[in-house]
Nanobody, 115 residues
Framework: QVQLVESGGGLVQAGGSLRLSCAASGSISNFNVMDWYRQAPGKQRELVAAITRSGSTNYADFVKGHFTISRDNAKNTMYLQMNSLKPEDTAVYYC?????????WGQGTQVTVSS
């Protein structure tokens, strides 16, 4: 049994910053990949950023240069530092993790960016 719990979402003004966290617990402590997705109302879920256990990262074009993904393997926790936020970044942000062939999901945390 694996649990992924996101935190750090909230309301922020345009240009502001938030730091999201994803804490993993349960039977798996060494995920091959951890990543962040987001889904805005009426939109499909999309990949924001991904990171491997060794630290290799990949970013969606719309966040490159403004968001930074990281992970602390000892704490089994992943982070997303979000800077220069824009209203179009408003969405529910989901933590995800992959071990072998299975993908786990968190419940999501709301990020709202006001003008």
């Amino acid at each position: 049994q694996v649990q992924l719990v996101e935190s750090g979402g909230g309301l922020v003004q345009a240009g502001g910053s938030l730091r999201l966290s994803c804490a993993a617990s349960g039977s798996i402590s060494n995920f091959n990949v951890m990543d962040w997705y987001r889904q805005a109302p009426g939109k499909q879920r999309e990949l924001v950023a991904a990171i491997t256990r060794s630290g290799s990262t990949n970013y969606a074009d719309f966040v490159k240069g403004h968001f930074t993904i990281s992970r602390d393997n000892a704490k089994n926790t992943m982070y997303l530092q979000m800077n220069s936020l824009k209203p179009e970044d408003t969405a529910v942000y989901y933590c995800s993790a992959v071990y072998l062939s299975y993908r786990y999901w968190g419940q999501g945390t709301q990020v709202t960016v006001s003008s």
